[in-house]
């Protein structure tokens, strides 16, 4: 047999050239960094969320803290979940001036205007239910919850809010809010919309975390099933055409196939929520020694972005973001993986 002619191997023979030959790379502005506001909490406010170690459920003072720690570390985007001070069958705290999300919107904005600050808008943390939207005859009424999310939509912006991200799989939603924002003034305000949206189980500890567990049924009336990728194209497709500026897929590792066709088949920018189970399994299997924590998190954020991914949704933002800026410190690279 003749000697190979092509040795892959001398692309990978330095720390060098390894660098020079790397397709993606991340860099601190991949990520988009989630917190948690609690309405109703005394200022100062940061209690440690059991299902996620290293989350917090924060005062608005607090988050604006957290905010301006992300800007620093280069972090461009938040994205803000509230827990209520209490919840109703319509979730009418989701679209209160005074609401968590809004006073931490006004709170962020004021101490650091740069930072894009996006709102979660559902109703799922807000109603007694748990549900993304109004029932009627125990399941959700999607009609009549396009109202509800457009107010939503319209306090976040009224509130500073540099975008809003709805994350209800109602049909029509992105349509909706686009008219109510454009209705009140705000053409420039983008929608990024939860556009393929799993009814996964990788979002156990969020659940906890926002408080929506629903308290019957599931989500699987309006989310999508595991098991289909063509169907997201169409839901992309749809919420494009409804006027999503960006479009979210969610979780991100498990569903990184449906990142490359969203990329591969549209144009807008496409972000990948790496969810709170995708976290949590890391931080667990580190916790206990199976897994090593920084590069099972700099390697799942990789193959995101890799996969086509603008922009990545993480609740390891601030970490990788150091993680990150420790390597460039060290050798002047960004992203060199473990050796
Ligand atoms: C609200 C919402 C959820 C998540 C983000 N927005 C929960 C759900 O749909 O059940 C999950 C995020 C995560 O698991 O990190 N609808």
């Not at 709805?166 to 939603?173: A, F, K, L, Q, V």
């Not at 006027?243 to 807008?268: C, E, H, N, Q, W």
Request: glycine fraction near 8%; charge should be negative.
């Amino acid at each position: 047999m003749a000697f190979p002619i092509h040795r892959a191997r001398r692309l990978r023979m330095s720390p060098t050239i390894r660098h020079m030959v790397r397709e993606t790379a991340l860099t601190p502005h991949d990520f988009i960094l989630p917190l948690f506001v609690v309405g109703g909490s005394d200022a100062g406010t940061k209690k440690p969320i059991k299902s996620m170690p290293g989350c917090y459920h924060v005062s608005p003072d607090v988050a604006a803290q957290m905010a301006q720690e992300a800007h620093s570390v280069g972090i461009p985007g938040i994205i803000l979940f509230g827990l209520p001070v209490r919840k109703d069958p319509y979730g009418s705290r989701a679209w209160a001036d005074d609401g968590a999300v809004q006073r931490a919107a006004r709170e962020i904005k004021a101490a650091q205007p740069e930072i894009c600050v996006i709102c979660d808008t559902c109703l799922c943390e807000y109603t007694d239910h748990g549900h993304c939207g109004v029932l009627k005859d125990c399941t959700v009424d999607n009609d009549a919850t396009l109202e509800l999310l457009a107010k939503t939509a319209v306090s976040q912006a009224r509130a500073g809010a540099d975008m809003v991200a709805p994350s209800d799989m109602m049909d029509g939603r992105v349509a909706a809010i686009r008219r109510a924002l454009d209705e009140n003034g705000f053409i420039n305000k983008p929608i990024m919309s939860y556009a393929a949206k799993y009814a996964s189980s990788f979002y156990g500890p969020f659940r906890e975390a926002a408080e929506c567990a629903p308290s019957f049924g599931d989500r699987r009336g309006y989310q999508m099933d595991p098991g289909n990728a063509r169907e997201a194209i169409r839901e992309v497709a749809l919420d494009i055409e409804e006027g999503a500026d960006i479009v979210i897929v969610k979780p991100a590792l498990p569903y990184l196939d449906i990142i490359k066709i969203t990329r591969d088949t549209f144009s807008v920018p496409v972000a990948g929520y790496q969810v709170s189970g995708e976290y949590a399994q890391i931080k667990g299997a580190a916790a206990i020694g199976l897994v090593d924590e920084i590069s099972n998190m700099m390697e799942s954020l990789t193959s995101i972005k890799r996969a086509g991914a603008d922009m990545i949704i993480t609740y390891f933002a601030i970490d990788a973001a150091k993680v990150l800026a420790h390597q460039m410190m060290n050798n002047g690279y960004c992203g060199k993986p473990a050796e």
